[in-house]
């Protein structure tokens, strides 16, 4: 019995050690190194590689080929090595909050000198930010804050629980009587709830805006959009088994729209927000703009505002859902209505840019009106925050 005492007692100190090794036993390589110039400093201790790699959002594009088609992927970078550290500098770069990767050795890694990671749908990447103009939107700055909670609603449409991300105001928690207006702000094909807040910084966005006195105090209420799903990987009842993929359950296959309900009855029964069209805005990007898009149709009487972020437009000519089906006749109604924005950005590489000419060209045809938007760039979340900034600010005024 001593003998197995001392063991238990030796692998106590063991662990421990470890772990106050976690403690004070971090790296010394300083990576990234923001420069007075804004330039950046990326560094690696590996000794025994014999190529190491930077890739990120920072360096040029390259063309990848996906099963959705090209895409702009990021660009390589060689570092050159020094006594086993391996080190790279970029040119100075724009403000903006940035992604990157090492690559040993054709192994990608990440950074071990930068606890600082996002995970976009299956990919981890370290990511930093370049302070400065609109990228000072993404910072944690000293102004009041909001709170972000992870809710569980029940949908009868989608016979499940399933879970939101609700950005509510700073002040909501302290005055029970007012009301706010609500923003329902939709991901991407593969995204989930956990996109817009990590990828998006949202939180920090709204509030930057509101605490400027650019936007109006509203809550944001970033959905799941893919039908079939409980909750972002790793949070559902299926725990850690399910690896996010861009290829979800029920993504667009119209359930979610027709289930939309769903989430309005939770939001309006559960926070204190106003119930009418003029007090509510829908916005998302790529997959999230076709459901916003084709939602705001759908429920014409719901939405005052609408914003399309990169989207997708028109659904698949076999689709045979109701929410598809007398598409322009269900626009002439929504139209007819006088929406209070419908608002369209889109990057000019994008894939889905003509998709979008497309799409206005026929509200011109019609004579609807909306406002358009276009930055450079492609299908990326560095134009999706831009977008946010300018759309938030048009909100409920």
């Known amino acids: 019995m001593k003998k197995i005492v001392s063991i238990a007692a030796a692998l106590l100190l063991t662990i421990g050690a470890f772990a106050q090794q976690a403690l004070w036993g971090g790296s010394k390589i300083v ?3 923001i420069n007075d110039d804004n330039s950046v400093t990326f560094r690696l201790r590996a000794p025994k590689a014999v190529k190491v790699e930077v890739t990120g959002d920072f360096l040029p594009t390259q063309k990848i080929d996906t099963p959705f088609g090209q895409f702009d992927g990021p660009g390589f970078a060689e570092l050159v090595e020094k006594d086993g550290v391996w080190e790279y500098t970029t040119a100075p770069l724009a403000p903006e909050l940035y992604s990157y990767s ?79 207006p609500v923003f329902y702000l939709l991901h991407g094909a593969g995204g989930d709830e956990e996109a817009w807040i990590a990828l998006g910084r949202m939180s920090q966005i709204l509030d930057n805006l509101i605490a400027q006195g650019k936007a109006e105090p509203m809550i944001v209420v970033m959905t799941n959009g893919n ?30 729209e027709l289930s939309f309900p769903d989430v309005m009855k939770y939001v309006e029964s559960n926070y204190r927000v106003y119930k009418d069209k003029k007090h509510r805005a829908i916005a998302g990007l790529s997959m999230g703009g076709y459901h916003s898009c084709h939602i705001s149709r759908y429920y014409p009487d719901k939405f005052d505002y609408i914003g399309l972020f990169s989207a997708a437009i028109m659904p698949d000519k076999n689709a045979t859902c109701p929410v598809y089906q007398n598409v322009e006749d269900q626009l002439d109604v929504q139209f007819a ?43 990326i979340w560095k134009n999706w925050r831009i977008y946010l900034t300018e759309f938030v600010p048009k909100l409920f005024k």
Do not use: C
Request: aromatic share 12%; hydrophobic share 35%; proline share 5%.
């Open 31 to 33: 990576s990234p190194q």
């Open 227 to 256: 039908a079939g799903e409980q909750a972002a990987a790793g949070e559902s009842v299926e725990g850690f088994e399910r690896i996010p993929s861009m290829q979800q359950r029920g993504m667009m296959d119209g359930a979610f």
């Open 337 to 379: 209505k006088k929406p209070a924005l419908y608002w369209i950005a889109i990057g000019n590489t994008d894939f889905l840019f003509q998709a979008n000419v497309d799409y206005r060209k026929m509200l011109d045809e019609k004579g609807y009106e909306y406002k358009y938007y276009e930055t450079g760039e492609g299908h």
């Open 102 to 180: 090492f690559v040993v050795d054709g192994l990608m890694v990440r950074d071990p000198s930068n606890v600082y990671m996002i995970r976009d749908i299956a990919s981890v990447t370290n990511v930093f930010i370049i302070g400065g103009g609109r990228a000072d939107l993404y910072k944690v700055q000293d102004v009041p804050h909001g709170s972000v909670s992870r809710v569980w609603y029940d949908s009868p449409a989608l016979k499940m629980q399933r879970r939101l991300t609700v950005y509510t105001p700073a002040g909501y928690e302290q005055n029970k009587s007012k009301k706010y």
